[in-house]
């Protein structure tokens, strides 16, 4: 079956995101962002601005309070479970944000991932430390 693609209204995004606050800063999107901690967590949508509407993503990032510089990113498709798809995607990045930590180096220590799985990543330095899954360990 093939998703339908949807038209996302701007008071339906403010609704699914309770404590974020719009930031008219961003240009051309919509911003919704919340800082936690280290780090932001930011909402990027073009609601009402492009005409083809089904051909954007809705996007949630994970950037450095700081800098700035993008950690963690997710695309989310419009189409009919994009509320859920959002939420679920929405508490990954709180849950990964709460992790973060600082590096000897002063950037911020991450969870990545890669080809061959999860790894920890430094936004400063070159320092990568795969992570161990805790049910492979005997």
């Avoid at 404590?19 to 780090?39: C, H, R, S, T, Y």
Wanted: aromatic share 8%.
């Amino acid at each position: 079956m093939i998703d339908r693609l949807v038209a996302i209204k701007l008071n339906d995004m403010r609704e699914e995101l309770p404590g974020f606050e719009w930031n008219p800063v961003v240009e051309k999107e919509f911003a919704f962002d919340k800082q936690i901690e280290l780090v932001v967590v930011r909402i990027l949508t073009t609601i009402p601005r492009l005409e083809n509407y089904g051909e954007e993503f809705i996007r949630v990032c994970m950037h450095d309070a700081i800098s700035m510089k993008l950690m963690v990113f997710f695309r989310i498709p419009r189409t009919d479970r994009w509320k859920t798809t959002l939420r679920e995607r929405i508490a990954q990045v709180m849950e990964e944000a709460l992790r973060v930590v600082r590096c000897e180096c002063g950037g911020l220590v991450y969870v990545q991932r890669g080809a061959y799985g999860r790894y920890e990543a430094c936004t400063k330095c070159n320092r990568r430390r795969s992570i161990i899954p805790t049910d492979t360990i005997p």
